[in-house]
C-alpha cells in the first residue's frame, strides 16, 4: 500500500485480508467463548491428573468490531421457493468439535462438565446463527422476499461497505484522491506477466459522485489501447445497458474492473492478479462509497462478495452487503457469445433499476 493511504485504512485494509483468510480456510464465525474464556475455566476443563505444556506467549484472537447499519423496514414474507437455507459451513472451535464427539471422558470433574456444556451452549448458538443469519447479510428477491445468501460471511465485510460516522467527501476531494491511486496504479510491478503484456493499466471511467459503480473483470485489448474499461464490444453493449435499458447516460455511473492490467490473450485473471489488486479497487471504493454494486460476471461477484458461489446461484437478487446493495449477472463479453442470457440480464438490470428508484419500462406487449 502507498504511503499516502490514511493509517485506519491501512489497519483496517490488513484486517480484512486476514478475515477473508480466515474464511477461505473454513472459518466463517468466531465462538465467543475464543474471546472471553477464563483462565480458571480452561483449567477446570482438563482431565484430572493431566499436565499441559507451558507456552511462553498465550495467543487470543481479538474480537472484531463492525459498524453495521440497523435494518431498515420490514421484510415482506417468503415462499419456500424464495428462500435458500444457508450451508453448513466448518471452522467451529476445535474444542467444540473434540466435546461433541467424544463426550466426557472418564473421571473429569463436574467444573470440566461445566465448561463443556457452556461450550456445546455456544456451538448450538453457533448454528442458530447460521441458520438465521443477520438480515444485514440476507438478499431481497425479485419480488421482494428475503433470501440467505450462503457464501458471504459477515467476518469478511469490506471497509468500503461499513458505515461510517466520517463526512463523505466532496466531489473535488474523490478526485484528488482517485488521482493519487491512478498514479500509483500505473507504477504498481506486482504482477510481472501483467507488466510485459500491457501497454498502459486502465483504472476507471464515469463519475465518482455516482450512486451506482459497474464493476468488471478485466481489461481486453481495447481497453488495454485507449486506458478506459469496457470501450470494446462488451463495452458497447454494456452502454447500451446504461443508456437504453436503464435511461442513463455512461457518464452517470461508475465503470471499473477487479483488475487493472489486461491478462494475456483475454484469459480469465489467476487468484494472486486478483489478490494483488485488491487493495487498489477496496480503496478506489471507499473513496467513491457507492451504494449500489453491479458485478458483471462471476470474477467480479466473486471478488466483492467473497465467495466462490456460481452466478447462477448468485444472480437474480440483491444481497445486502452492509450499507451496499449489489446485483450479480452476466457479463457483457458472455452475452455477445451467448445472447440467450439477454433476457435473465435484463431481468436482473430491472431487479437494480426498482431498487435504486429508477423507473422500469413496460413490456414491449404492454406500450401503446
Given at each position: 500500500?502507498?504511503a499516502?493511504?490514511p493509517?485506519?485504512f491501512?489497519?483496517?485494509?490488513?484486517?480484512?485480508?486476514?478475515l477473508?483468510?480466515?474464511?477461505?480456510?473454513?472459518?466463517?464465525?468466531?465462538?465467543?467463548?475464543?474471546?472471553?474464556?477464563?483462565?480458571k475455566?480452561?483449567?477446570?476443563?482438563?482431565?484430572?491428573?493431566?499436565?499441559?505444556?507451558?507456552?511462553?506467549?498465550?495467543?487470543?484472537?481479538?474480537?472484531?468490531?463492525?459498524?453495521?447499519?440497523?435494518?431498515?423496514?420490514?421484510?415482506?414474507?417468503?415462499?419456500?421457493?424464495?428462500?435458500?437455507?444457508?450451508?453448513?459451513?466448518?471452522g467451529?472451535?476445535?474444542?467444540?468439535?473434540?466435546?461433541?464427539?467424544?463426550?466426557?471422558?472418564?473421571?473429569?470433574?463436574?467444573?470440566?462438565?461445566?465448561s463443556?456444556?457452556?461450550?456445546?451452549?455456544?456451538?448450538?448458538?453457533?448454528?442458530?446463527?447460521?441458520?438465521?443469519?443477520?438480515?444485514?447479510?440476507?438478499?431481497?428477491?425479485?419480488?421482494?422476499?428475503?433470501?440467505?445468501?450462503?457464501?458471504?460471511?459477515?467476518?469478511?465485510?469490506?471497509?468500503?461497505?461499513?458505515?461510517?460516522?466520517?463526512?463523505p467527501?466532496?466531489?473535488?476531494?474523490?478526485?484528488?484522491?482517485?488521482a493519487?491511486?491512478?498514479?500509483?496504479?500505473?507504477?504498481?510491478?506486482?504482477?510481472?506477466?501483467?507488466?510485459?503484456?500491457?501497454?498502459?493499466?486502465?483504472?476507471?471511467?464515469?463519475?465518482?459522485?455516482?450512486?451506482?459503480?459497474f464493476?468488471?473483470?478485466?481489461?481486453?485489448?481495447?481497453?488495454?489501447?485507449?486506458?478506459?474499461?469496457?470501450?470494446?464490444?462488451?463495452?458497447q453493449?454494456?452502454?447500451?445497458?446504461?443508456?437504453?435499458?436503464?435511461?442513463?447516460?455512461?457518464?452517470?455511473?461508475?465503470?471499473?474492473?477487479?483488475?487493472?492490467?489486461r491478462?494475456?490473450?483475454?484469459?480469465?485473471?489467476?487468484?494472486?492478479?486478483?489478490?494483488?489488486?485488491?487493495?487498489?479497487?477496496?480503496?478506489?471504493?471507499?473513496?467513491?462509497r457507492?451504494?449500489?454494486?453491479?458485478?458483471?460476471?462471476?470474477?467480479?461477484?466473486?471478488?466483492i462478495l467473497?465467495?466462490?458461489?456460481?452466478?447462477?446461484?448468485?444472480?437474480?437478487?440483491?444481497?445486502?452487503?452492509?450499507?451496499?446493495?449489489?446485483?450479480?449477472?452476466?457479463?457483457?463479453?458472455?452475452?455477445l457469445?451467448?445472447?440467450?442470457?439477454?433476457?435473465?440480464?435484463?431481468?436482473?438490470?430491472?431487479?437494480?433499476?426498482?431498487?435504486m428508484?429508477?423507473?422500469?419500462?413496460?413490456?414491449?406487449?404492454?406500450?401503446?
Amino acid at each position: 500500500m502507498g504511503a499516502d493511504q490514511p493509517f485506519e485504512f491501512k489497519i483496517r485494509s490488513a484486517l480484512r485480508q486476514v478475515l477473508l483468510d480466515l474464511r477461505l480456510a473454513g472459518v466463517t464465525h468466531l465462538p465467543k467463548a475464543c474471546f472471553g474464556r477464563k483462565a480458571k475455566d480452561r483449567e477446570a476443563a482438563k482431565p484430572e491428573g493431566s499436565v499441559a505444556p507451558t507456552l511462553p506467549v498465550e495467543f487470543r484472537a481479538p474480537p472484531v468490531e463492525l459498524r453495521i447499519p440497523e435494518p431498515t423496514g420490514e421484510p415482506r414474507s417468503t415462499t419456500p421457493e424464495d428462500v435458500t437455507t444457508a450451508e453448513s459451513t466448518p471452522g467451529v472451535s476445535a474444542g467444540v468439535a473434540v466435546a461433541r464427539e467424544t463426550g466426557r471422558p472418564t473421571g473429569q470433574s463436574p467444573q470440566a462438565s461445566d465448561s463443556l456444556e457452556r461450550s456445546r451452549g455456544a456451538d448450538r448458538a453457533l448454528k442458530s446463527q447460521e441458520r438465521e443469519p443477520p438480515a444485514q447479510f440476507a438478499s431481497v428477491g425479485e419480488q421482494g422476499g428475503l433470501v440467505t445468501d450462503p457464501g458471504f460471511s459477515i467476518l469478511a465485510l469490506p471497509v468500503w461497505a461499513q458505515e461510517s460516522t466520517v463526512p463523505p467527501l466532496s466531489g473535488e476531494e474523490k478526485r484528488q484522491r482517485l488521482a493519487a491511486l491512478e498514479a500509483r496504479v500505473a507504477k504498481c510491478t506486482r504482477c510481472p506477466e501483467l507488466v510485459a503484456n500491457r501497454s498502459r493499466t486502465v483504472f476507471s471511467d464515469g463519475n465518482p459522485d455516482s450512486r451506482l459503480v459497474f464493476i468488471g473483470e478485466a481489461p481486453g485489448a481495447e481497453e488495454d489501447r485507449q486506458g478506459l474499461p469496457f470501450v470494446g464490444r462488451a463495452g458497447q453493449l454494456l452502454t447500451d445497458i446504461i443508456t437504453k435499458g436503464m435511461g442513463l447516460r455512461r457518464e452517470d455511473v461508475y465503470i471499473c474492473n477487479v483488475i487493472k492490467c489486461r491478462p494475456p490473450e483475454n484469459r480469465t485473471p489467476t487468484p494472486t492478479e486478483v489478490t494483488n489488486c485488491r487493495d487498489f479497487l477496496d480503496e478506489q471504493l471507499a473513496i467513491i462509497r457507492p451504494e449500489f454494486i453491479c458485478c458483471l460476471g462471476s470474477v467480479a461477484a466473486q471478488r466483492i462478495l467473497g465467495t466462490k458461489q456460481s452466478m447462477t446461484r448468485l444472480r437474480g437478487k440483491v444481497i445486502r452487503l452492509g450499507r451496499v446493495r449489489v446485483v450479480c449477472t452476466y457479463h457483457p463479453a458472455y452475452l455477445l457469445r451467448n445472447p440467450e442470457a439477454k433476457r435473465e440480464t435484463w431481468e436482473d438490470i430491472k431487479l437494480l433499476m426498482r431498487e435504486m428508484g429508477l423507473p422500469v419500462p413496460p413490456p414491449r406487449g404492454h406500450q401503446r
